[in-house]
Structure formats: structure tokens, C-alpha cells
């Protein structure tokens, strides 16, 4: 009896497999099965203009960078953690690491992370070996002069008139830059570098008088950083603050670090009676610094600098700023929903600091309500502390406190409808965030952010199509502000919103989420 072989194709290309050949795939289509996995695919220049890849490698931040790699929508599906550490030589375990957590500052491995994925060196924040980026585009007119501007290490070129600089004195500081200059690429000033580079970490909101004198201060930083110096400082954070509500992080984050970077290389060379004050516009900004990574949904380097805003303050003597840097951390512990710590972080800031500025009272006790509500306390005892925070902030003037501190009427209001949703009445809650809304008072970011919470009330409440009409225009503030904070709170609102995901307002707005 004669035994009839079936052929057999190959499952990837289709071609009749050898008799011989036990496997699913030919031998050409095995080895490109291996070889696609020994190593990372060859993407197209477009890749690397996709917005999420754009914002991610504006972070600094190695780990979102690969994360937004994986997830990006060229691949067929989102590729693995483990096939991505493989070409990264790393494990699963590690790669989470890094994606989760601090930003990698090791040079050698960014550079090798970034060569094997084949990351365009235009885009880098930092140099690679044999290559010097341009930073300039095809569009900007050529300036009569660039200077270097270094942020946090990362080097940029700023526009500076000669001209102008030779008759106000500062043709000898520049060194004699020329239009076609290149800065020496560096992760670090040091006091043993041109006055003119170091002052031009701050030249973004500096006129050239002032430039002058920072020049003279981060030269000789005990005879010439002063008071004024350090108001400019403090100036800097003020308005980074003011641009993060309309811009988001990423635009402001470069320049916060930039003066950090400065505090923290002169805080020892300062004359003892500065050094106090210097400090204390440390710890502000540093804890500003906190709360943009906190926006950007990275709590390993939020936790980083609110650590250093409590060292500082510390150092200050700003009891004040130390019991507010524990309430931003309860803050960021309810974010985690890490609820023993969000209740004993709020009692710790009014043991540190029982005579807070009335302000600064308010928002403590608003945090100590928001804890007790986590833990099922009774209405009655979450709104005895709600009624003394607006008992406190009517003892002072709106807006401001004495530690340079910022809430308002509106704001207050808004974290009184975040105690109320977590205490079980989403629908009073939605009510107050729908009144502060439509008073068009807020940033575009806090807009973004409290609409955020208003749809998560609407959807507790059971009304889904308000719901995801409210949750689709914060979605669209998140995306252009870059704010991450705001694009979780509306990932549990999708979930909230599971039940009626047939309907077209919840569907419509799980796709947008999705897309």
C-alpha cells in the first residue's frame, strides 16, 4: 500500500516546505524569525515624528523614551518587555525598572540604548561618540551670534546681537563666539568654565544688565550672588509656574532644572546670609519641580526633588514649605492610592508646623479631609475639617500667603469636590466643578485637570453621556498640555464607564482614549 504525502507550506511565506523539514516555517523564513528578534526592526524617519515619541524624548528620560518605543502604533502590536530588554541586554525586570523609575544618567548606557534602537542623534539630549549635533533647523536665520545655554546639561544655542552685547561690555565675555559656533558638549558646568556660559543658564528671562551681574555671581559666587540675584531666581520659577498652567511640563521643566542646577552649585559658596534665602527659593522650586514630574506621571523623580525641597527647607529654617512639601506628598501618595500614607503624611505636616500661614492651614486640612475620607470616616468629621480650611483661608488675603504659596477661592472649592467624590457624594462633587468650570478662571492645564475629575464625578453619579462629553474635552487639554496626571484620572473614568460602553458618548470616548 502506497503512502500519499500531503504537502506542507510554510505558515509565514506560503512556499511548499522540503519533506525533510519537520518545523511550520522554511529555513529562509527562520532565520528572519530569529534575526527579527536578535535585534531592533528598521523604522521609517516618520517614526520618530509621532507626538508621543516627540514628547517622550523631551522628557530626558531614557526609560519613557523605550516605553513610548514599545507602544508605538508602527509595530503590529505593543512589542514585550522581555523582547525589548533582550536587545537592550537587559532583563524584564530591569527595563521596568528603568521605565518606571528615575531617569538613567549614566552616559554609556544612554548611548548604547539609544544606538541599538536607532534613535536619531538630532533628537538626543545628548551627544553621541564622533558626533555633534546642529540644533539649529533649515528655518531659523543664521544670528549674528550664538552662546551657549546649558539647562540641566543639556546645551542649547541662544540668539544674542552683537551688536548689542559689544556695547554693553560683553564682547570679552562671549569669548568671540561667531554665528557658526559649537559648544563643547557637557553634562556639567563647573566653576572653572567662562563666566558667559554660566550666566547663560538663566539668559532665557534675562535682559543683558542682568546677564551681567549673573555673570559676575556664578564666576564669584560668594562676592557677587546676592539678594538680587536670588529674586531673579525666584522670578524664574514664578514664571515657569505661570507658563506650566497654559503650556504643560515639558515646556517649562528644561528651565526649572536649569536653575536648580545653579542653586545647588552655589548654595556653599554663598555668604552665610544668603545662603538661607537662597535655599529657601531652592526648596520652592524644587518643589515645583516635583509637582511637573508628578503632572508627567513619573513619581520616582517627583519623590527626588520633593525630598530635596524638604532637605532645603530644612536648611531654610521654612517650617511652612516643609509642612506644604508633606501635604504635596500625601498628595502624591493618593495618587498611588497608597491611603495610609496619604493620612499619616497629612497629620505629620501639622505636627511640623502647627502655626502654618492661614494659606497654607487651609490646604493642610483639606488633605487631612481627603485621608480621612479614604478611610470611611463619617461625613460629619470630613467636613469639620473642610469647614476650618475655609475658616482659615478667610484669615488671609486671597491668592498669596508668606511663604510665596498660590491658592485661590476657586481652588479651594475644587479640592473640596475631590474630598466629596472620595467621601461617597460624586453628584455634589460634580455640581461645585461644573460651577468653578464655567467661571473660565483656571489655566488651560488645571482646566484639563478638573474637568478630569468632574467627568470621574459624573460617571460615579451614573450619568455616562455627560460623562465622556466632559471626559473627551479634558482629554484634549491633557494631549496638547502633556499632562499624564490628567490622562489617568480619565483612564479610570473609561473604566467607570464600562457598563454603558455600547452607548455612542461612552464609546466614542474609550476609542478617543484608545487612538
Known sequence: MTTVHHPRHC??????????????????????????????????PQFWALDQMRDALATWHMGRVIFAYRHHPHHPQTLPQELVGTWLGLTQAQLSRIENGRAPEELSKLIRYSQILGIPAELLWFDLPGSSRDRRTATDAAPPLLMPILLNGREVMLPIDAEAA???????????????SRGTPGLATSRGEPSGRQAAQLLPYAGLDEM????????????????????????????????????????VLPMVLGVLDAIQKHARDV?????????????????????????????????????????????????????????????????????ARTLTLAEAASRVCPAAPPSVQAELLQQEALALATHGEPLPVIE??????RVAFGETAPDTNATGLHITT??????????????????????????????????????????????????????????????????????????????????????????????????????????
Open 271 to 339: 555668604r552665610p546670609a544668603v545662603r538661607r534665602e537662597l535655599l529657601a527659593v531652592g526648596a520652592d522650586g524644587a518643589e515645583f519641580a516635583g509637582w511637573l514630574y508628578r503632572d508627567l506621571h513619573d513619581p520616582a523623580s517627583a519623590a527626588h526633588w520633593y525630598d530635596r525641597a524638604m532637605e532645603w527647607a530644612q536648611e531654610a529654617q521654612d517650617a511652612p514649605m516643609q509642612a506644604y512639601v508633606l501635604v504635596k506628598k500625601s498628595q502624591m501618595a493618593y495618587d498611588s492610592r497608597d491611603l
Open 11 to 44: 505558515a509565514r511565506c506560503g512556499h511548499r516546505l522540503a519533506a525533510d523539514n519537520p518545523l511550520a516555517m522554511c529555513s529562509p523564513c527562520q532565520s528572519a524569525t530569529l534575526d527579527a528578534h536578535a535585534r531592533p526592526p528598521t523604522v521609517p
Open 212 to 251: 551681567q551681574h549673573m555673570a559676575a555671581a556664578l564666576d564669584d559666587a560668594r562676592r557677587y550672588l546676592d539678594g538680587s540675584v536670588v529674586g531673579f531666581f525666584g522670578q524664574q520659577f514664578e514664571r515657569c509656574k505661570a507658563d506650566d498652567g497654559q503650556l504643560g511640563p515639558l515646556r
Open 410 to 515: 476657586a481652588t479651594l472649592q475644587l479640592r473640596a469636590a475631590a474630598v466629596y467624590t472620595e467621601a461617597g457624594i460624586p453628584e455634589r462633587a460634580s455640581g461645585i466643578f461644573a460651577d468653578i468650570l464655567a467661571e473660565n478662571s483656571l489655566s488651560r492645564r488645571d482646566t484639563g485637570l478638573f474637568g478630569a475629575r468632574r467627568a470621574a464625578a459624573l460617571a460615579l453619579s451614573g450619568h455616562p453621556d455627560d460623562a465622556a462629553a466632559v471626559g473627551l474635552d479634558a482629554l484634549r487639554i491633557a494631549r496638547a498640555t502633556s499632562s499624564e496626571r490628567t490622562t489617568a484620572i480619565l483612564s479610570d473614568v473609561a473604566r467607570t464607564l464600562t457598563p454603558w460602553r455600547s452607548r455612542p458618548g461612552p464609546r466614542e470616548f474609550r476609542e478617543a482614549m484608545l487612538a
Open 384 to 389: 469639620r475639617k473642610l469647614d476650618a480650611a
Open 166 to 180: 559689544k556695547a554693553n561690555g560683553l564682547d570679552g565675555m562671549l569669548g568671540g563666539l561667531t554665528a557658526d
